[in-house]
T-cell receptor, first 112, second 113 residues
Framework: QQQVKQSPQSLIVQKGGISIINCAYE??????FPWYQQFPGKGPALLIA?????SEKKEGRFTISFNKSAKQFSLHIMDSQPGDSATYFC???????????FGTGTQLKVEL | NAGVTQTPKFQVLKTGQSMTLQCAQD?????MSWYRQDPGMGLRLIHY???????DQGEVPNGYNVSRSTTEDFPLRLLSAAPSQTSVYFC????????????FGDGTRLSIL
């Protein structure tokens, strides 16, 4: 069973600051690491994903950094905005097919 | 295009009652799954299906049944509700393939008294 450890559990950032969320995984056999974003009352939605053949992927203000040797990957939100306030989940493939193991989530609040 | 639709949005049950949570998708996705979300525990996989007629257990299957008679529908049945099953339940669907994004419904908030 793939374990994914996510930290911190909650995070408060000032508007314009950088939000950083970290995840660590155990099994090195897998090749796809997504981040999901969830707003209150809604289901999670894919935000950004990375394959471990690259060390970084950037989409707008969101960047995933991947450290294969340390078995860690992190989400960086640059110029954080109040609209980024949400819960963020990292995930990693578990077994075959489409199964994912999710981290425990990080509740981000961006203050004005 | 409705995506993934879950009903009901809220439900209160008494211990021992049974009920079915409905999930339907209109994207012709082969893969469907059920998760429960509890504070501090993230999303945990209950059951999943790779196509009509095929289901399998996830991480926390006890107390739940599923069936997949059509591509579109994947209902989750609570056989005899227990307070420990109080949670928010999410259904998701995706195309086959590990790098395919999973599309989630907006959840069913279930309370067991």
């Amino acid at each position: 069973q793939q374990q994914v450890k996510q930290s911190p559990q909650s995070l408060i950032v000032q508007k314009g600051g950088i939000s950083i969320i970290n995840c660590a995984y155990e099994n090195t056999a897998f090749d796809y690491f997504p981040w999901y974003q969830q707003f209150p009352g809604k289901g999670p939605a894919l935000l950004i994903a990375i394959r471990p053949d690259v060390s970084e992927k950037k989409e707008g203000r969101f960047t995933i950094s991947f450290n294969k040797s340390a078995k860690q990957f992190s989400l960086h939100i640059m110029d954080s905005q109040p609209g980024d306030s949400a819960t963020y989940f990292c995930a990693a493939p578990t077994g075959g097919g489409n199964k994912l193991t999710f981290g425990t989530g990080t509740q981000l609040k961006v203050e004005l | 295009n409705a995506g993934v639709t879950q009903t009901p949005k809220f439900q209160v049950l008494k211990t021992g009652q049974s009920m079915t949570l409905q999930c339907a998708q209109d994207m012709n996705h082969e893969y469907m799954s059920w998760y429960r979300q509890d504070p501090g525990m993230g999303l945990r996989l209950i059951h999943y299906s790779v196509g009509a007629g095929i289901t399998d257990q996830g991480e926390v299957p006890n107390g739940y049944n599923v069936s997949r008679s059509t591509t579109e529908d994947f209902p989750l049945r609570l056989l005899s509700a227990a307070p420990s099953q109080t949670s928010v339940y999410f259904c998701a669907s995706s195309k086959q393939g590990r790098d395919q994004p999973q599309h989630f419904g907006d959840g069913t908030r279930l309370s067991i008294l």
